[in-house]
């Protein structure tokens, strides 16, 4: 699997996990507690594998830009959060600084 793979399963993980940190309450339910440790754990995993290959600057933005996107999805259809035009905006610019690094990334 290529590192970009990788980091996309890294990616899934991370926005696992944030999901569960909402419903753990503060970690005080168990087993969303439990999902957010395995997501984190698994998360944090991938991203060590593909840090083989994707320089470190990358991954991390990568990693951090499709989470934020992944979550503020998942905080609007399923938390029911309000996402205005500040938000549109701002998540525009993440996805064009993500779209920006693709194209200038090699890959070693």
Do not use: D
């Not at 290959?53 to 609007?76: D, E, N, Q």
């Amino acid at each position: 699997m290529s590192a970009y793979g990788i980091l996309f399963f890294a990616v899934i993980a991370e926005i696992i996990a944030t999901s569960a940190l909402k419903l753990s309450n503060g970690f005080s339910r168990l087993y969303p507690s439990l999902v957010v440790v395995a997501g984190y754990s698994t998360a944090f995993w991938l991203m060590s594998v593909a840090l083989k290959t994707l320089p470190v600057g990358v991954l991390y933005a990568l990693w951090c830009g499709l989470g934020i996107l992944g979550i503020a999805l998942i905080g609007v259809f399923y938390f029911k959060e309000t996402f205005g035009i500040w938000h549109f905006l701002g998540t525009g610019l993440i996805i064009a600084g993500i779209a920006i690094l693709s194209l200038v990334t090699e890959v070693r």
